[in-house]
Each structure stands twice: as structure tokens, then as C-alpha cells.
């Protein structure tokens, strides 16, 4: 390999090491910094998947005048379950999980725990053992940019 094809292939390998590098760093972002303005997270994190709490807002959403009603308050629907994070069910990795809980100053092994985040990014209800979504869409109602129409 003559010099110039040596520093093009060192060029090429540390180009593609950066590229590697940025993508590793773009899956610890907190996902919740692409919702600021535009929904109203609701995460609940739970210790495993037969936790009560998590059954409770499941069982409440799937009913359909509770889906509605999130929806139309711009929800989504965040869930960590043994460490394990999604979003409206499609997985996070593991870095997009460990970065929201440590937003949200959660851990994953710890009791279940709900939290409502406003559209301004900021925890705005917490709620261990039940859930009780009627007082969070009160709570959203009440809310400046919920009465503003956004």
C-alpha cells in the first residue's frame, strides 16, 4: 500500500470510528427531549411485568373512553418494565432508557412509580402504588397550556 492509500484507509477508518461514536452517543439521549412541546409523557416505570400498577394503567387505557381521552390530551405512553423501556411499544435501547430514568431520577428496581411530564418537560405528578388517570387528566386539565388549547 503506497502513502496515499495508507492515509486514505487511516481517513475512511477514522471516519467510520467517529460515525460509530456518534451513534452511540445519539442512543443515550433522552427520549423525552424530542417530546418537549408536542406531547405529555406518562412513564411508568415498574420492577416487572405483573407489577399492579402497570397493570392498572394498562387495563384503564385499554378501555375507550380513557384512550380517547389520552390521546386527545396529546399522551404518550412511556414504560419501563425490569429495566426494559419503550414507547407507545416500540422499544428504546438501553441508553435511551437509562437516560430517562435518570431524567426523571428514577431506577429501575425500585418501586413502581408513575410520573407525568409536562409539554415543557418538567415532572408534574407523581404517583406510586395506584394510578389514578382521572386525576392526571385533571391535573392536564388544569394545566396553562392545556386551558391555552395547545
Do not use: C, H
Request: aromatic share 4%.
Amino acid at each position: 500500500m503506497n502513502p496515499i492509500q495508507r492515509t486514505a484507509s487511516t481517513a475512511t477508518f477514522a471516519l467510520s470510528g467517529l460515525a460509530a461514536l456518534g451513534a452511540a452517543m445519539a442512543a443515550d439521549v433522552n427520549p423525552l427531549d424530542a417530546e418537549r412541546w408536542k406531547t405529555r409523557p406518562l412513564v411508568v416505570v415498574a420492577p416487572r411485568a405483573d407489577d399492579p400498577l402497570l397493570r392498572e394503567v394498562e387495563a384503564t387505557l385499554a378501555r375507550t373512553a380513557a384512550r380517547e381521552a389520552f390521546i386527545e390530551r396529546e399522551m404518550v405512553l412511556y414504560r419501563v418494565v425490569a429495566g426494559v423501556g419503550s414507547r407507545d411499544g416500540r422499544a428504546l435501547t438501553p441508553g435511551q432508557t437509562r437516560a430517562l430514568l435518570a431524567a426523571l431520577e428514577l431506577r429501575a428496581e425500585a418501586p413502581a412509580q408513575l410520573v407525568l411530564v409536562g409539554k415543557d418537560g418538567g415532572a408534574k405528578l407523581r404517583q406510586n402504588g395506584g394510578a389514578d388517570l382521572a386525576e392526571i387528566f385533571r391535573t392536564i386539565d388544569r394545566m396553562p397550556m392545556r386551558q391555552s388549547g395547545r
